[in-house]
């Protein structure tokens, strides 16, 4: 009898331990995280994953290692983070392009708020517009003029189909009466790279890949789509300056979770998160990064802010016709 209470014990013992799992607050994280985001590397959101990475690994005391799985507008990195065990050790990196994906695809293996426990954002930060330094256009004012008296010969390179970039221009269609074709690339670099070699006259592109080559002289910055300049680039005017009223884009990236997730760990995650956002040298390293603002926010903020542009962009998508894949 004493062997089969012995033995009773110790199976009690592990179910109460296999009850409190890998992911409980007491033990995580036990072992290295995955921090997955949906760009090429060396992109806006893969320097944010390393910075934010490096961050939260020295609060947590676990490695936290970055994959990048780029494609469809992050689409194939979301639905890789929904699919994971919600255990904690798989987190993404997901900037506005999330929500946009919502208003720019007929389904989706995921839905980018239902699919996901958000953690928090991170920065916010805006978008620049600009051409090569021959091209004739010296400010936005005179390529829309330009658009206008050649309606559909002018195109703008952009990181992808269904991105920030992407609508950024199409709403700029929308709202000066234009009509600039959209051309997708895969990532800040190859649209570059194709506005550089011509095969693009206009480029839609983040702040931080755009500002040496606007400082260097090779490229032209004609807007900033905030309403306010950054101070990455402070001589640039923002759209509205342009005459374009009302006009206002500015993406963001924050961290999220599978759903599922326990709230004890999604908690934790939310606390390293803010705590490591208030460092001063990283809050630099980040605002540097992309030209933005720094920003944290509990997980319904999160939630919220992506409800909103999902509807936000719906609108913009509608409006500009835009055809959905």
């Known amino acids: 009898m004493g062997r089969i209470k012995r033995l009773a ?18 033990t995580y994280p036990s072992r290295p995280i995955r921090l997955l985001h949906g760009f090429v590397a060396g992109g806006a959101a893969d320097t944010l994953s390393r910075i934010i990475a490096d961050g939260l690994s020295k609060k947590l005391g676990q490695p936290i290692v970055i994959e990048a799985k780029p494609g469809a507008g992050g689409n194939i990195a979301a639905d890789a983070v929904a699919k994971a065990a919600p255990d904690g050790y798989t987190l993404g990196l997901v900037t506005g392009a999330h929500a946009i994906s919502a208003a720019t695809y007929k389904s989706l293996s995921y839905q ?25 256009a010296k400010s ?24 920030t970039h992407h609508l950024a221009g199409e ?17 800040d670099s190859q649209s570059l790279t194709a506005l550089l070699g011509g095969e693009v006259p206009v480029v839609v592109g983040t702040p931080v890949l755009l500002a040496p080559q606007i400082q260097s002289g090779a490229i032209r910055g004609l807007a900033v ?3 306010k300049r950054t101070a990455l680039l402070p001589d640039v005017p923002t759209v509205e300056e342009a005459g374009v009223k009302g006009y206002d884009v500015r993406t963001w990236a924050g961290l999220l979770a599978p759903k599922g997730t326990p709230p004890s760990v999604v908690g934790a995650l939310n606390a390293a998160t803010l ?4 460092d001063p040298e990283l809050r630099q390293r980040l605002e540097t990064a992309v030209g933005g603002e720094v920003r944290g926010s ?21 409006r500009a016709k835009i055809p959905k894949i």
């Open 9 to 26: 014990a110790a199976i009690f013992l592990l179910g109460s331990c296999l009850a409190t799992g890998p992911a409980s607050a007491d």
């Open 225 to 227: 789509t905030s309403p």
């Open 275 to 278: 705590d490591v956002l208030k």
């Open 171 to 187: 709403l700029l269609n929308a709202m000066a009466g234009i009509d600039i074709m959209h051309v997708p690339y895969r990532g």
């Open 112 to 136: 980018p708020a239902e699919s996901f426990d958000m953690i928090s954002t991170l920065v916010y930060y805006a978008l620049v517009i600009a051409v090569r330094s021959d091209h004739p």
């Open 298 to 318: 509990t997980p319904d903020e999160m939630k919220q802010l992506i409800g909103s542009e999902i509807a936000k962009w719906s609108a913009v998508v509608e």
């Open 140 to 163: 936005l004012g005179e390529l829309i003029a330009m658009a206008k008296e050649k309606p559909g010969t002018l195109s703008f390179g952009s990181v992808g189909f269904g991105s």
